[in-house]
T-cell receptor
Framework: DAKTSQPTSMDCAEGRAANLPCNHS???????VYWYRQIHSQGPQYIIH???NNETNEMASLIITEDRKSSTLILPHATLRDTAVYYC?????????????????FGQGTILTVHP | NAGVTQTPKFRILKIGQSMTLQCAQD?????MYWYRQDPGMGLKLIYY???????DKGEVPNGYNVSRSTTEDFPLRLELAAPSQTSVYFC?????????????FGPGTRLTVT
């Protein structure tokens, strides 16, 4: 699976858009980009995922570049409750010829701090 | 639905003691997972199960055992607790086959081994 690179930390003012970048330059054609977040002391929470088209749901938007080597998670109107660690994960349908059984690999993520 | 539940929330063990971390889900998910998270680090997969009676090792299985006798429950057993097992343990589940990575996580069990 493709490795990802995220900034260690970012700040955002409450009410403004938070744009979290992720580089995945070795992504292959059948790999999806998934985003999770983990609010302090809680279990991770699924946010959104995409393959090559931009995606939007009630929580966020995901913009994937045309070459798919990077993506940006957008929280349109960040609140204090969005302060969390955000993980960008790239996963495909199979791993070394077999199924990956939906297993996730978490890196360090980006610590997003939303301030008043 | 309660989702994924974990008990206990906190536990302190002495070195060499044993315990079982409980995990249950009421969403009829086939796939279940156990992760551990050390301070300041990402989650690491310990064991996973693709259905009742089927389990397999993840990235860091040493010192742990699991069983899956029902779809709902996936307990994690620590046989001889060591300080290196001090961590926060998360259980997760997901529906469907292996092509989805949308997992639902429990609230975690914070374990300290002294």
């Amino acid at each position: 699976d493709a490795k990802t690179s995220q900034p260690t930390s970012m700040d955002c003012a409450e009410g403004r858009a938070a744009n979290l970048p992720c580089n995945h330059s070795t992504i292959s054609g059948n790999e999806y980009v998934y985003w999770y977040r983990q609010i302090h002391s809680q279990g991770p929470q699924y946010i959104i995922h995409g393959l090559k088209n931009n995606e939007t749901n009630e929580m966020a938007s995901l913009i994937i570049t045309e070459d798919r080597k990077s993506s940006t998670l957008i929280l349109p109107h960040a609140t204090l409750r969005d302060t969390a660690v955000y993980y960008c994960i790239v996963r495909g349908f199979s791993n070394a010829g077999g199924t990956s059984y939906g297993k996730l690999t978490f890196g360090q993520g980006t610590i997003l701090t939303v301030h008043p | 639905n309660a989702g994924v539940t974990q008990t206990p929330k906190f536990r302190i063990l002495k070195i060499g003691q044993s315990m079982t971390l409980q995990c249950a889900q009421d969403m009829n998910h086939n796939y279940m997972y156990w992760y551990r998270q050390d301070p300041g680090m990402g989650l690491k997969l310990i064991y996973y199960s693709v259905g009742a009676g089927i389990t397999d090792k993840g990235e860091v299985p040493n010192g742990y055992n699991v069983s899956r006798s029902t779809t709902e429950d996936f307990p994690l057993r620590l046989e001889l607790a060591a300080p290196s097992q001090t961590s926060v343990y998360f259980c997760a589940s997901k529906p469907g086959g292996g092509t989805s990575y949308e997992q639902y996580f429990g609230p975690g069990t914070r374990l300290t081994v002294t």
